[in-house]
């Protein structure tokens, strides 16, 4: 037999295949210190170092009948690390020796499967089919399959929703439950609604996905075309009207539905997350008319004598367009007190999957990934964000939480804390102005260009 090498594992690869195995706790007496595993990744290896006890742990993972990563052999109060990884390397050695690729830990057998289809050809959605087919979204797709492997479908039609109609929504809805695994949070899924209930430090939110969906009349083009860029005129006009009541339209429907009656959600935060998937490329430029909407003022800016950046907030009473006519200031409606905070981001869509699967090391070697894009400046008296441009390697370090905001509500019962969702920007509105706290890195919007090599 040959002889059984064992690789360094990186720790993004280590967390695309293990980390929704992960318990929230382990984060209160433990710290990940290196990964390993075999040349056909059959068995994964951790090493621990246990913060109570200062001591080492050794952790073994093996894909269980339903093709999940999990934890099926451990080994406490090693005295040193050099103990702790010399019984990892030992234990993959061992355990692949024996010919096993399945561990199983008496589950609910195989897992979700999104990509055989389950509705005809002509009614799937047409970035399914892209997704399902083209080598360039090989690591979107693998990412997505082994997220897949631990999701819970409470509903029942999330692959028959996810392959046609409603795709841009289940992706979205997949990506936040990605996020909140990263952010190490405790979930609830016993309940159909609201999509997420989440719990960390003894407090408890309630999150409920809704997108901004394309119009019947728009749909996705099944041919390569120019992205839509508009310019800075174009947008502003869209921002004036048409972007905060299409906002408005989602979340004034959410709101109608009255979460916070639920048992379930009573006295705790109620969260919208909404993204907009309106048009293509919409999502690049529409997010400071949510702004405006959810707060009702614009900010205008302007320098003083000293090169200062002087921010004024004018105030906004309502948005019309074609006839329909909605007020502004979402968290100034009636019954909106009962909705703490909306989080958004630009960044919930295939290509952040396809980076972060990149990252991971999945798809061939012959797609190339160049993202560019803009990120906050934190400059005080900056009044335009910075523009970025990276390749997406190995080396990149994508977090799910990057991009994301939660904009709070100034009149909310029951106030988000802060700090079960440490690693997004925070936005809030104090003394007729927004204020934001945001992360070193904050990217506003970016674009992802796939090249595939050819011989």
Avoid: C
């Amino acid at each position: 037999m040959d002889e059984i090498k064992i690789l360094d594992l990186d720790p993004k690869r280590f967390n695309a295949l293990a980390a929704q195995s992960r318990s929230p706790a382990a984060a209160y007496m433990s710290e990940e210190l290196a990964y390993y595993t075999d040349e056909n990744e059959i068995v994964l290896g951790l090493v621990l170092r246990d913060t109570i006890d200062n001591d080492f742990v050794g952790v073994l993972f093996g894909r269980d009948e339903g093709d999940r990563f999990r934890a099926f052999d451990v080994e406490a109060s090693i005295e040193t690390q050099e103990d702790a990884t010399n019984w990892v390397k030992g234990g993959i050695k061992w355990h692949v020796g024996q010919g096993k690729k399945e561990f199983p830990q008496g589950g609910n057998g195989k897992n979700v499967d999104l990509f055989t289809p389950v509705v005809p050809v002509h009614k799937q959605h047409l970035y399914f089919s892209k997704l399902s087919q083209e080598e360039a979204f090989v690591p979107a797709k693998t990412v997505i399959n082994e997220l897949m492997s631990h999701f819970v479908d409470v509903d029942g039609n999330f692959v028959e929703q996810f392959q046609s109609t409603g795709f841009d929504a289940r992706l979205w809805e997949l990506y936040l439950n990605t996020y909140l695994n990263e952010e190490q949070l405790f979930f609830n899924r016993e309940y159909n609604a609201p999509d997420f209930i989440v719990e960390k430090y003894g407090q408890k939110v309630a999150i409920e996905a809704v997108i901004v969906g394309r119009k019947s009349d728009n749909p996705v083009s099944a041919f390569k075309v120019e992205p839509k860029y508009l310019d800075p005129s174009e947008i502003k006009e869209k921002h004036e009207n048409e972007m905060p009541i299409k906002f408005g339209s989602p979340l004034y429907s959410k709101l109608k539905k009255e979460y916070w009656n639920l048992e379930q959600v009573k006295g705790s935060p109620l969260v919208f997350a909404i993204a907009d998937f309106h048009d293509d490329q919409s999502m690049q430029w529409s997010s400071n008319a949510l702004i405006n909407y959810l707060y009702g003022v614009k900010h205008e800016f302007d320098y003083d004598k000293d090169g200062k950046l002087v921010i004024s907030a004018l105030k906004i009473d309502k948005h019309e367009l074609n006839g329909k006519e909605i007020p502004s200031g979402y968290f100034f409606q009636p019954d909106t007190e009962n909705v703490s905070a909306i989080i958004f981001s630009a960044s919930g869509t295939i290509s952040k999957f396809n980076r972060i699967g990149k990252q991971a090391g999945f798809g061939g070697d012959n797609i190339i990934m160049y993202r560019f894009g803009t990120y906050h400046d934190h400059n005080p008296d900056a009044s335009l964000p910075k523009t970025f441009m990276y390749q997406v390697t190995t080396e990149s370090q994508e977090t799910w939480a990057e991009g994301l905001s939660m904009f709070h509500n100034p009149n909310a019962k029951f106030p988000v804390p802060e700090e079960l969702f440490p690693s997004i920007a925070h936005h809030h509105f104090d003394d007729g102005q927004i204020v934001s706290s945001l992360p070193e890195f904050h990217p506003y919007s970016s674009t992802t260009m796939n090249m595939k090599l050819t011989k």
